[in-house]
């Protein structure tokens, strides 16, 4: 069975730009959650997406924001980029959601904002 | 709010040492307790989970114990391999919600 598939792996954008990450989740996963991985933050939560509805959200401003399709891919979008989102995003399937605790990464797309 | 504090690496050991990966957390209620290993190049990977207080994770050799009365999941193994070098990210979810705080994560790096 095929892993959890991110793109593009690796993105540079001007901070003012928008940028769209893709997510594919493993085959019959209706879950995806995304993170965002930075040296100084770790590892934070930003929201999961389960049959095309947002079910959780972190803190993090407005200007993130995701979706999800009815083959339960996913795109996550930032807009108005800040230098302080350069960071590695993370995208994680599951079967049921968060509440099954199963989740499965994938290798994550690195954003660098200049 | 929910935290979670795991030692600071790089811990480097030989082949075949003892490994012990400190973390402690505060949460509210009865969390889960998880630890992930995010090997170079790859998203993380679940190692191990304990769900209520005393339950013991195991895997590949990896095992860590849930103990309420001092908030902590040590994450131990008796013989380290090179092949275990990595990045172990210590996490839990705060009573009531499943999602995940992780720590910092801790580097280990096992020389032949």
């Known amino acids: 069975k095929a892993g959890v598939t991110q793109t593009p792996r690796y993105l540079i954008k001007t901070r003012g730009q928008q940028v769209t990450l893709s997510c594919s989740p493993i085959?019959?996963?209706?879950?995806v959650s995304w993170y965002q991985q930075t040296p100084g933050q770790g590892l934070q939560f930003l929201f999961e997406?389960?049959?095309?509805?947002?079910?959780n959200k972190g803190n993090f401003p407005g200007r993130f924001s995701g979706r999800q399709f009815s083959n339960s891919r996913s795109e996550m979008n930032v807009s108005t980029l800040e230098l302080g989102d350069s960071a590695l995003y993370l995208c994680?399937?599951?079967?049921?959601?968060?509440?099954?605790?199963?989740?499965?990464f994938g290798p994550g797309t690195r954003l660098t904002v200049t | 709010g929910n935290s979670v504090t795991q030692m600071e690496g790089p811990v480097t050991l030989s082949e075949e040492a003892f490994l012990t990966i400190n973390c402690t957390y505060t949460?509210?209620?009865?969390?889960?307790l998880f630890w992930y290993v995010q090997y170079p190049g790859e998203g993380l990977q679940l190692l191990l989970k304990?769900?209520?207080?005393?339950d013991k994770g195991s895997n590949k050799g990896f095992e860590a114990t849930y103990r309420k009365e001092t908030t902590s999941f040590h994450l131990e193994k008796g013989s380290v391999q090179v092949s275990d070098s990595a990045v172990y990210f210590c996490?839990?979810?705060?009573?009531?919600?499943?999602?995940?705080?992780f720590g910092r994560g801790t580097s280990l790096i096992v020389h032949p």
């Open positions: 949460a509210t209620g009865y969390p889960s």
């Open positions: 304990a769900t209520k207080a005393d």
């Open positions: 085959s019959g996963h209706r879950s």
């Open positions: 994680a399937s599951s079967l049921e959601g968060l509440s099954s605790y199963e989740q499965y």
């Open positions: 997406y389960f049959s095309e509805t947002q079910r």
């Open positions: 996490a839990s979810t705060s009573g009531g919600s499943y999602i995940p705080t």
